[in-house]
Structures are given as C-alpha cells and as structure tokens.
C-alpha cells in the first residue's frame, strides 16, 4: 500500500489538580480521561497497487503509470480514555507504562494532485474508464477532482503511554481517520466499474515525546511540597 509521512503537536488537558490538597478525591472523569487538542501534517506520494496495475494489458499499463500526491491539514480534539487511574499514574509513579484508547473529530484541508507518464491525465485516453467521466449531462460526475477542499474525519486509536520523570513520557499508538470525502488522494472511481463504496480513510502509527510544563504539573508540586516541608 501506499506510505506517508506525518509531523504534528498535541496539547493535553487533565481534568485534575496534581495537587491533593485542592483536588484530594477525584472522581472518575479526573482519574481516567484527558482531553487532547490536535494539529498535524501529512504528505504522502501515492501509486496503485494490487492485482489490476499488475496486469499485462492496457488498463495495467495506465493504473502503473498514473501517480499522485497528497497533504493533509488536520486540526481537531480527541478525548482519551486511561483504563488506570491517572493521578496514581503520573505522580505515584506506581506504574511506568499505561494504555489509552481515543476518540476525536478533526477538520481538514486536503490537497491532492495527479499525474501520468503516458501524457495529460485529463485525456481520457490515459485513463481507465474507472476514471472517466459519468452520468447525465445535467449531473456529470469527475471521478477525478485535484481541488484543494475542507474536510471532516472521525479518528480512532489506542496507545502505550511509557513513563520517564516526573516531567516527560514517550507515547506510541496507532491511529483509524475515517474521513467525510472520498477525494482525500483526488480519485473517487466510478462505483459502477470498481467497487468503491467507503470514504478514503488513513492509518497511522504515532512515536511521540510528551513534556509537562506549567505551575501545575508533577515536577513543579514536588517543589513545592519539598519546599514546605524545610
């Protein structure tokens, strides 16, 4: 399949105090969810793949020579859902790993574009006839539509969350975008031809480094207890 790349940033919000003594019995919304907001950027170069591009024919021939691009905007809120108590998590240090499991909305802006080695990719006989035009006069369908457009997508994930100090973590997880339109990658295939009946949609896999900063967090309420204490 087809393989991009992805460079984003998060910024997370929990619902407790790491302080007991303005938050000392948090309830189950405090212990096990965090709020996520959300940019990335993806691009990828995409090609056909399977058995139809790999026929010795002419439709083989055009499905290997079309190639084509796309990027992607994202902007868009998760909440997470931690199976082990937070708090207990990222102050006790009682465990250094924890799972999570997401579920957000995103917007976006999607810019595709498409290419082919035989000539222009708008003359129809450098395509299948997947990709030509359809329907009636009055409602003329593109299968093949590069206008840069907003987009919506529901995204789904889960992740290992790996403690390092008391104020970082490195996060890994895997990610389903299910998006609103099916011209993410600028192709839509006429459904009479080729079975195309979902949206485009995309799979990550995510690395990230997560750095707590703030008067509330866990490295700066050590301070101030130890402060205290002399």
């Not at 393989?3 to 303005?22: E, H, M, Q, R, T």
């Not at 009055?138 to 790996?162: E, N």
């Not at 707590?212 to 101030?224: A, M, V």
């Amino acid at each position: 399949g087809n393989v991009g790349l992805a460079a984003g940033a998060s910024f997370y919000i929990n619902f407790f105090n790491y302080d007991p003594k303005i938050n000392p019995n948090p309830n189950w919304r405090q212990k096990h969810l965090k709020l996520k907001i959300e940019t990335s950027y993806l691009k990828a170069n995409l090609d056909h793949f399977g058995s139809y591009q790999a026929e010795d024919s002419q439709n083989g021939l055009k499905l290997r020579n079309m190639h084509g691009k796309t990027s992607v905007i994202n902007l868009g809120t998760m909440i997470e859902y931690h199976p082990y108590n937070i708090p207990d998590f990222i102050t006790t240090k009682k465990r250094w790993v924890a799972p999570y499991f997401g579920l957000g909305v995103m917007g976006g802006y999607s810019m595709p574009s498409v290419t082919t080695d035989l000539g222009d990719w708008q003359d129809e006989a450098n395509l299948i006839q997947a990709y030509h035009a359809y329907g009636s006069n009055d409602s003329t369908v593109q299968p093949i539509d590069i206008d840069s457009k907003l987009v919506l997508s529901l995204v789904f994930g889960a992740g290992l969350r790996f403690e390092i100090d008391f104020e970082s973590a490195l996060m890994i997880d895997m990610r389903w975008q299910y998006f609103n339109n099916d011209y993410i990658d600028g192709l839509s295939p006429n459904p009479g031809i080729v079975p195309n009946k979902y949206n485009d949609w995309l799979y990550y896999l995510n690395v990230g480094y997560v750095f707590e900063f703030g008067e509330n967090t866990r490295i700066s309420t050590w301070l101030k207890r130890n402060r205290r204490m002399r």
